[in-house]
């Protein structure tokens, strides 16, 4: 039988895996089972039909707890460049860390093409060493030829609409209303579990160039 | 954070940036001091809220280009009440710098 750290632990890459509980593994044990029961508390009213967001704020705020300390980067000033024009005028992208691509381009991670996103968990460890590849989306693709795939998030939620994450289609429909002035012709996508460093290197020398070609002036950016 | 070091470096390259992310992220991302970042109240995985909410998504969208367009930093918290219905939105701006 497991003990309490053992099962707790298991939620992390573990025989339990389960992304949306890895911040279990990071709690003590009194916290885990604090989260836990409470989990049930809230089960029991969602199940009479009463304040079904509480359970959801409740693993929202147990994920904000294991990720509320700074992180490995932090900077005492920002850096900020004004848009000088309404949105409505402007040029805007797309760039999120979902790990998005189009079917058929498939970025091959370590040479893998079709890896399974089941390989993308295992490996993850792999992927945070690696430089991160930049998948390009033309606007005009649509969702159901896209694919995803991350070994850092639980991605069932961006697999039924992957507008959560990677929000092409209301983006297009405020385009079309005039909200934006041109949404820009390719969007971005890449895999957030990386290399910090190659990823500053690789943005810095290849990365720009690529977006500053489209002409975009402003850019959405998605973490997950 | 990399959608973090993205950030700081097209606005160094002269390109504005938004931030959209789950709240859960709060302290990594503001610890970076980004220029503009929109805070949602959904798990992980979810920033921009559940699957097929395609207005919640369209008003985030539009929250976000807001901030696009302002002409300082600022960190802005979306959420919606937790009312039962989760009917009623509000946000909050904290000035960042």
């Known amino acids: 039988m497991d003990t309490m750290k053992d099962f707790k632990n298991a939620f992390s890459y573990g025989e339990r895996n389960n992304l949306n509980f890895k911040f279990l593994a990071h709690l003590s044990e009194k916290e885990a089972a604090g989260f836990i029961e409470t989990s049930f508390q809230l089960m029991e009213d969602g199940l009479n039909g009463r304040f079904p967001g509480r359970l959801i704020e409740h693993i929202t705020q147990g994920q904000k707890k294991v990720y509320s300390v700074p992180g490995k980067f932090t900077y005492e000033t920002g850096i900020f460049h004004a848009l000088g024009k309404k949105v409505s005028e402007a040029t805007i992208g797309l760039c999120t860390s979902s790990g998005h691509f189009v079917k058929g381009n498939d970025p091959k991670p370590f040479g893998v093409e079709g890896m399974t996103q089941t390989e993308a968990v295992y490996r993850i460890q792999e992927f945070l060493r690696e430089t991160p590849q930049l998948s390009t989306i033309p606007k005009s693709v649509e969702m159901k030829n896209l694919q995803v795939r991350h070994g850092g998030y639980d991605i069932s939620g961006t697999e039924i609409d992957g507008n959560i994450t990677f929000p092409l289609e209301p983006l297009v429909c405020l385009e079309k209303e005039r909200h934006i002035g041109k949404l820009a012709d390719k969007l971005y996508s890449f895999v957030g579990a990386c290399a910090q460093g190659a990823l500053k290197k690789v943005v810095k020398d290849d990365w720009i160039n690529i977006i500053k070609a489209q002409g975009i002036e402003g850019m959405i950016l998605v973490p997950v | ?97």
């Open chain 2, 1 to 97: 954070m990399s959608v973090g070091h993205l950030a700081r470096i097209l606005e160094g390259e002269g390109i504005a940036t938004v931030v959209i992310a789950t709240e859960v992220f709060e302290k990594r991302l503001t610890s970076m001091t980004l220029p503009r970042l929109l805070l949602t109240p959904y798990p992980m995985g979810r920033p921009l809220g559940f699957p097929r909410q395609e207005n919640e998504h369209k008003l985030i969208l539009m929250q976000a280009l807001k901030l696009l367009e302002g002409s300082k930093g600022l960190t802005v918290h979306y959420w919606k009440k937790q009312s039962g219905n989760m009917s009623s939105a509000e946000s909050k701006e904290i000035l960042v710098e």
